[in-house]
């Protein structure tokens, strides 16, 4: 492509509406633009790079044997009221009527339309399995539209549904589509992670997200490399800590603590570490009383699992202050352990503490040289804080590490949720009717093209990692209307790559050096040539690699050998 002949415009400014750097570089950038509150349009350059992920999801769900089919957009709501879904997706889904004052809405996912499509043309078991596909545009009316294409409003989703006789034939399909989604973002040379999304209900139905690795994701995942354990950081075990509680070695003691109510405060103060201090939340028990939820004064409670203790009362609640000052004689900040009436549930890891600092049941008082057992009644135990960084993986492997993800991916058992209520069944071996088996795959195509961003770039813009790059090489032409020669010399040049079957923006504008330089940064493109008067005289061209920044003179005869030895190397971008 020949940039003279693209409106391109880039932003110099940072855009005042876009929070994140994917959301602002792809502005700046000229590769979409906003028409109303999280809608966007894909300019060409940005379509450019769309295209390339379709074209890695396709074949992938190709070659994993799912068949490409495409829905419509807009659906009946009779369809969903099947399901009871069309009162309780609640305002997510766009609703709209046509002139006979018949209800649709906008499709943000395609279960009912799947379900239905599967219900009139399937059969037979002998027709089973099969996986459909599609890639198409999606909305949803979320509250907060933001982050640009991370959470738009329309995006592009590829959402695959299979169906089945039993659980068994689900299971290998479920196991070639999450080896399908590892592939694709492997070749896209994103840095992932496939994260158990499981709910941790026995007989619950499995579910695995994949995420994107990035500072900016809106979750936390903890991962082990070594035994390949992912989860949410909210679903993540913590394990309870090795060997045995240190035996008591200090005496219980009073200290003054005025005014100071939180670990930080009373930890700075004693000059004890948050990691020798008790926590205690008061939460509202299942028999009308209250329960003291125990932690270690450096760990977060996890209020999923404190939620599932039989004695707790469901919602979780915290105790209101009045109540804690009523039932302990003491305001809240102020609670510990010894001489308390209620009963306390401890995490693992508050359990195995000693000699510890915790509140004194009495205003403006701790303290220290705690013991379980000794001072205090050894407290039930449970799992009920969030994993940190450190903490043993439930894979055996050795710590967890923690890092940001963004959900690029969702893959999902439904088992008979959808089959069962739309009556989509097929014949079996004995000719009795049988509800079908599903499992639906979802990708969301327009905000991977936000993660790679969010993941990739440095302070000079997008560093894309080649399989998603709009182009394989952006070659600028310094100065083209003072040398003709160095004009022919380019023009030959983007011929000879292209014809090798590379994708190359010739950067042909009669632009200032300054300009050309930044905007090809900007762009991100992996692989950048220059050529003008001073590097022609050498019968040269300048090479540099956007991701390292590493410079190289390549002589005229050998850039396209050159160029295909870097394309063809092992590293992304
Ligand atoms: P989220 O938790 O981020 O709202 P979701 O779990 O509701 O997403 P799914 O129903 O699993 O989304 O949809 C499949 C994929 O579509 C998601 O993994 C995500 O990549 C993408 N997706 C969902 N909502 C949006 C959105 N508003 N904008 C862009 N992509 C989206
Ligand atoms: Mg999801």
Redesign the pocket.
Known sequence: MRLSQLPWTTLKETPAEAEVISHQLLLRAGLIRRLTS?IFTWLPLGLRVLRRVEQVVREEMDRAGALEVLMPAVQPAELWQETGRWDRYGDLLLRIRDRQERDYCFGP?HEEIITDLARRELRSYRQLPVNYYQIQT?F?D?IR?RFG?????E?I?K?AYSFHMDQASLEVTYQAMAQAYARIFTRLGLRFRTVEADSGEIGGSRSQ??HVLADSG?DAIAFCDADRFAANVEAAPALPPPGARPAPGAPLQAVATPQMRSIEEVSAFLKVPATRCLKLLLVEGSDGGIVALALRGDHVLNTVKAGRLAQVAKPLTLASPERVLALTGAPTGFIGPVGLRIAVIADHAAAALADFVAGGNREGFHQTGVNWGRDAAEPATADLRNVVAGDPSPGGGGPLAIARGI????I?QLGDKYSQAMKAVVLDQDGQERVMTMGCY???V???VAAAIEQNHDEDGIVWPAPMSPFDVVLLVLNPKNSEAVTATAEAIYLELRQAGMEVLLDDRDARPGVKFAEADLLGVPHRLVLGERSLKDAAIEYRHRRSGAEEKVALGDVLEFLQQRLAGAAPG
């Open positions: 999280g996912t999606k949803r979320e539209p294409l991370m959470r738009a409003r995006f989703m959402d997200e994949f809106e959900e690029v991916g969702h999902f979802g990708i969301g327009s905000r991977i």
